[in-house]
């Protein structure tokens, strides 16, 4: 069964850093896209950032030159280092993956989210 596997959030103060981390568990043949949602309690879920396997990156607005997305394809893993931390970057992340079991057939997957709240 395929998976994937956050971890890293936390509680930080603003202006701090933490680095989440979603690895990708089970068999299946390869990766397509990795990304990272967030989700603020009353708000819809956004997309953070995320990258595709040729290492194109997309960020959105609020987060360009805090956030960087990177994906270690050897484990399956895409990682969100977190800079320059703000009260409105707290919410609930989500990884997001689009894997296909097979050639040909694709399935999306959702991480089971990790709280990240920014307070001092």
């Known amino acids: 069964q395929v998976q994937l596997v956050e971890s890293g959030g936390g509680l930080v103060q603003p202006g701090g850093s933490l680095r989440l981390s979603c690895a990708a568990t089970g068999i299946f043949f390869s990766i397509d896209h990795m990304g990272w949602y967030r989700q603020a309690p009353g708000k819809q879920r956004e997309l953070v950032a995320a990258?595709?396997?040729?290492?194109?990156?997309n960020y959105v607005d609020s987060v360009k030159g805090r956030f960087t997305i990177s994906r270690d394809n050897a484990k399956n893993t895409v990682y969100l280092q977190m800079n320059s931390l703000k009260p409105e970057d707290t919410a609930v992340y989500f990884c997001?993956?689009?894997?296909?079991?097979?050639?040909?057939?694709?399935?999306?997957?959702w991480g089971q989210g990790t709280q990240v709240t920014v307070s001092s």
């Open positions: 990258i595709i396997s040729g290492g194109i990156t």
């Open positions: 997001d993956a689009d894997i296909a079991k097979v050639p040909g057939l694709t399935y999306h997957y």
